[in-house]
């Protein structure tokens, strides 16, 4: 029998679509219509998001540790969180976990190298850009990083929160962040990871200046791959 997947949500676009393609992308392991045994749970938005602007980690930290304690009751064999900011907020709860978790920024970063890629672009809300969740999972790999402008991160993170978590995908934001990851090409980067779960909604390699890391897919395939024992 597969694992039981369980999802530590917090934004409802990124989570959505990383247990879409949980459910989508099963059939090549289960046949027609299977996927693996997926459980979520999330806590209102708004309680994270007042924990990330005071800079409270440990607060972020206890919501996403009480999702796992619910996921793991429920039978959840492992988790996954599709959400790269708040794993910033790791470290305050891994020794709690119950339960192995997979690290967006470690699987991503997996692929990255996988694919022969040398220096990577990070996009993503300016929480996660300004840490160190990524740089720490590239540097591992042997592979180099380099970060947008200060002005850059700010307006993608205005993008990300005014916008695509809440279900809205405007041109003048695809544009921006073409801008943006032509910017990242320039400064020698030869990818991009799209460091936010949400940000696949709106690019990918058909419309990117780059090859992209889509954090949310990657981590949803690293997940089905886990649970069918691949």
Same mark, same amino acid.
């Given at each position: 029998m @597969?694992?039981?997947?369980?999802? $530590?949500?917090?934004? =409802?676009?990124? =989570? =959505?679509?990383?247990?879409?393609t949980i459910c989508q992308e099963g059939e090549q392991f289960l046949g027609r219509y299977g996927h693996p045994e997926v459980s979520m749970h999330t806590h209102s938005f708004a309680d994270y998001m007042r924990a990330i602007e005071q800079g409270n980690w440990s607060a972020v930290g206890e919501l996403m540790l009480s999702s796992a304690e619910k996921l793991a009751k429920a039978g959840a064999d492992f988790l996954i969180c599709p959400d790269n900011t708040i794993h910033q907020a790791l470290p305050f709860i891994q020794s709690k976990l119950s339960r192995p978790f997979l690290h967006i920024a470690e699987v991503v970063a997996e692929d990255a190298a996988r694919r022969g890629f040398h220096c990577i672009g990070l996009l993503g809300t300016r929480y996660l850009v300004n840490s160190e969740v990524y740089p720490k999972a590239v540097a591992a790999r042997g592979l180099k990083y380099v970060r947008p402008e200060p002005e850059q991160r700010e307006e993608i993170n205005r993008i990300i929160f005014d916008e695509l978590v809440c279900g809205a995908f405007k041109p003048a934001g695809i544009a921006y962040h073409q801008r943006v990851i032509s910017h990242l090409k320039d #400064?020698?980067?030869?990818? $991009? $990871?799209?460091?936010?779960?949400e940000i696949p909604l709106?690019? #990918?390699? =058909? #419309?990117?200046?780059? @090859?992209t890391l889509d954090s949310t897919r990657l981590l949803a395939r690293a997940a089905l791959r886990r649970a069918v024992g691949k």
């Open positions: @597969p694992q039981h997947i369980g999802i $530590v949500g917090c934004s =409802a676009e990124g =989570a =959505a679509l990383c247990y879409r #400064n020698g980067c030869d990818a $991009v $990871v799209l460091g936010c779960t709106i690019m #990918n390699d =058909a #419309n990117s200046p780059l @090859p």
